[in-house]
């Protein structure tokens, strides 16, 4: 599945069939609902469309919402992790930094609609399943539960970012029907989990590897732990997390910096990754988001290194809108090997690529914070294969769930639901002891513990926020500039706007 062909995203995504009421002639320069779902290659396509919803979180488009990396400023730009540059970055990325949340902003709509997007191609699979086709049994049963994956997937960040976000479990034809109110959580937990449980009965184990990077039953179990985590149903957590530890494909890399690696995508620590491609086409970045009408020309790719890599004179002449902070640096240990992998700072050798590779020492006034983002970049990303030609692009996958984040679940699933607080502090202790760090002594603070590894073990992923909100940390880490409606994100406007009241907006926005 590495390379995702947006011409099938595009066509996937008609509903409306444009025909001659009197004739009922079809039209002959374009895919239709009744042509296009027969065969297992047209599902398999309709299926990558859902998967090619989640490539544009970070996407950067001119024609839609004018995204610049938008996920970026509402996971990791708004903690205590990352500082947007006072004078490089967008207002946007400054507002939010300083937990200024406006629910006009365009972070806000372009994850709502992402996310909406890709529940919406996933309930088009579902419901041309049982319709005329060319499937088989088997075939209908794989597809079903792949879709049902997707769609708790997206169900998920919307709720993690939204609170009670719309559930949308089917398709609603009328166009001017399209509003739906908020759900509770308990109906989006419902939902979620019996999504993910008929994803873990119908997804094989594991595909072959022309299908590389599809999620798999094993992925669907692990989330069932994820989310009954984030429901704080210590006892299911348990259940599904332990059966994924003993029992699953996946290992813990020996070597934190190779995990990274675009060389050594969907690797043995990979529960679920996106998928990106390679620098076969245009390397406009702006052309990788699948609803620009020049999406016919490009694969799929991340702007990571054009918003990440330094600026302020560094070389490569990228943006370098987000930094890691102080605060980030101050809490790593002494002796932590992952600090090296994680960011540049004085005494390091810097690598960028723009068409040509650099290779120099990492001048700190690059950079407002002194400190430039590494992680998924450094020497073995800065090369012509992981880059556009002229170094906006990279095709490097995102890394968004893996074993070492599912091992610190499982430990806190046992520390809050009273389970065995030796096998906790061995799942803490394996990440540990990877990072070059001594096991923790005798009596050691668990859930301390357990939250310190997440924050450095999985810094830069999209994690950190939904971390400080669900333990409700907010004001121990922000301060006076906390306030409890941050614990969601603000409806966008439009969509408050377009419901005519039917969807309610959070609290305080």
Same mark, same amino acid.
């Given at each position: 599945?590495?390379?995702?062909?947006?011409?099938?995203?595009?066509?996937?995504?008609?509903?409306?069939?444009?025909?001659?009421?009197?004739?009922?002639?079809?039209?002959?320069?374009?895919?239709?609902?009744?042509? *296009?779902?027969? %065969?297992?290659?047209?599902?398999?396509?309709?299926? +990558?469309?859902?998967?090619?919803?989640?490539?544009?979180?970070?996407?950067?488009?001119?024609?839609?919402?004018?995204?610049?990396?938008? +996920?970026?400023?509402?996971?990791?730009?708004? %903690?205590?992790?990352?500082?947007?540059?006072?004078?490089?970055?967008?207002?946007?990325?400054?507002?939010?930094?300083?937990?200024?949340?406006?629910?006009?902003?365009?972070?806000?709509?372009?994850?709502?609609?992402?996310?909406?997007?890709?529940?919406?191609?996933?309930?088009?699979?579902?419901?041309?399943? !049982?319709?005329?086709?060319? @499937?088989?049994?088997?075939?209908?049963?794989?597809?079903?539960?792949?879709?049902?994956?997707?769609?708790? /997937?997206?169900?998920?960040?919307?709720?993690?970012? +939204?609170?009670?976000?719309?559930?949308?479990?089917?398709?609603?034809?009328?166009?001017?029907?399209?509003?739906?109110?908020?759900?509770?959580?308990?109906?989006?937990?419902?939902?979620?989990?019996?999504?993910?449980?008929?994803?873990?009965?119908?997804?094989?184990?594991?595909?072959?590897?022309?299908?590389?990077?599809?999620?798999?039953? /094993?992925?669907?179990?692990?989330?069932?732990?994820?989310?009954?985590?984030?429901?704080?149903? /210590?006892?299911?957590?348990?259940?599904?997390?332990?059966?994924?530890?003993?029992?699953?494909?996946?290992?813990?890399?020996?070597?934190?910096?190779?995990?990274?690696?675009?060389?050594?995508?969907?690797?043995?620590?990979?529960?679920?990754?996106?998928?990106?491609?390679?620098? +076969?086409?245009?390397?406009?970045?702006?052309? *990788? !988001?699948?609803?620009?009408?020049?999406?016919?020309?490009?694969?799929?790719?991340?702007?990571?290194?054009?918003? /990440?890599?330094?600026?302020?004179?560094?070389?490569?002449?990228?943006?370098?809108?987000?930094?890691?902070?102080?605060?980030?640096?101050?809490? *790593?240990?002494?002796?932590?090997?992952? $600090?090296?992998?994680?960011?540049?700072?004085?005494?390091? %050798?810097?690598?960028?690529?723009?068409?040509?590779?650099?290779?120099?020492?990492?001048?700190?006034?690059?950079?407002?914070?002194?400190?430039?983002?590494?992680?998924?970049?450094?020497?073995?990303?800065?090369?012509?294969?992981?880059?556009?030609?002229?170094?906006?692009?990279?095709?490097?996958?995102?890394?968004?769930?893996?074993?070492?984040?599912?091992?610190? @679940?499982?430990?806190?699933? $046992?520390?809050?639901?009273?389970?065995?607080?030796?096998?906790?502090?061995?799942?803490?202790?394996?990440?540990?002891?990877?990072?070059?760090?001594?096991?923790?002594?005798?009596?050691?603070?668990?859930?301390?513990?357990?939250?310190?590894?997440?924050?450095?073990?999985?810094?830069?992923?999209?994690?950190?926020?939904?971390?400080?909100?669900?333990?409700?940390?907010?004001?121990?880490?922000?301060?006076?500039?906390?306030? !409890?409606?941050?614990?969601?994100?603000?409806?966008?406007?439009?969509?408050?706007?377009?419901?005519?009241?039917? @969807?309610?907006?959070? %609290?305080?926005?």
């Amino acid at each position: 599945m590495k390379k995702i062909y947006l011409f099938i995203a595009s066509c996937c995504f008609l509903s409306i069939i444009s025909c001659n009421n009197e004739l009922d002639l079809q039209p002959l320069d374009r895919l239709t609902a009744d042509t *296009f779902y027969k %065969t297992r290659a047209d599902f398999d396509g309709a299926v +990558f469309a859902s998967y090619s919803s989640i490539q544009d979180f970070w996407g950067t488009s001119t024609e839609t919402l004018s995204e610049r990396g938008e +996920f970026w400023k509402i996971t990791l730009a708004i %903690t205590d992790d990352v500082a947007a540059d006072a004078v490089l970055s967008d207002q946007i990325s400054r507002d939010i930094d300083n937990l200024f949340l406006r629910a006009s902003d365009t972070p806000y709509g372009a994850a709502y609609t992402q996310i909406y997007e890709g529940i919406y191609r996933a309930n088009l699979v579902i419901q041309n399943l !049982d319709n005329e086709n060319s @499937l088989t049994a088997e075939d209908k049963a794989e597809l079903g539960a792949e879709a049902r994956f997707l769609r708790a /997937w997206f169900h998920f960040q919307a709720m993690k970012l +939204f609170g009670t976000p719309p559930l949308a479990l089917d398709i609603i034809p009328g166009i001017n029907d399209q509003a739906r109110p908020n759900a509770t959580q308990d109906e989006l937990y419902t939902a979620i989990l019996a999504d993910f449980s008929a994803a873990a009965a119908g997804l094989p184990e594991a595909w072959d590897s022309s299908n590389t990077g599809r999620a798999t039953a /094993w992925a669907a179990k692990s989330y069932i732990g994820k989310v009954n985590v984030w429901k704080k149903d /210590w006892a299911a957590a348990i259940t599904a997390l332990a059966d994924v530890v003993n029992n699953g494909p996946y290992e813990l890399l020996t070597d934190y910096e190779s995990v990274f690696a675009f060389d050594n995508e969907n690797n043995a620590e990979s529960i679920f990754e996106v998928q990106y491609g390679g620098p +076969f086409s245009d390397d406009n970045l702006w052309v *990788f !988001d699948d609803t620009h009408s020049e999406d016919f020309k490009a694969s799929q790719g991340t702007g990571r290194g054009w918003y /990440w890599d330094a600026s302020n004179g560094a070389p490569g002449g990228k943006l370098g809108w987000w930094a890691p902070t102080q605060d980030l640096v101050d809490a *790593f240990e002494p002796g932590d090997a992952r $600090l090296s992998t994680v960011l540049y700072q004085t005494g390091d %050798t810097y690598y960028s690529f723009d068409g040509s590779r650099y290779e120099l020492p990492y001048d700190p006034t690059w950079s407002s914070t002194s400190y430039t983002l590494k992680k998924y970049r450094g020497s073995v990303n800065a090369v012509p294969g992981n880059s556009s030609p002229n170094g906006q692009a990279d095709y490097n996958n995102e890394r968004w769930f893996r074993f070492a984040e599912l091992k610190l @679940l499982y430990a806190e699933a $046992l520390i809050e639901g009273g389970g065995d607080l030796g096998i906790a502090e061995q799942q803490i202790n394996d990440i540990r002891v990877r990072a070059g760090l001594l096991p923790l002594l005798p009596g050691a603070d668990l859930t301390q513990a357990m939250r310190q590894e997440r924050r450095v073990e999985l810094a830069f992923e999209p994690h950190r926020w939904f971390d400080i909100t669900r333990w409700g940390i907010g004001s121990s880490i922000f301060g006076a500039s906390w306030n !409890d409606r941050y614990n969601v994100l603000p409806f966008p406007q439009t969509e408050i706007d377009r419901s005519n009241g039917l @969807l309610i907006q959070n %609290t305080g926005y």
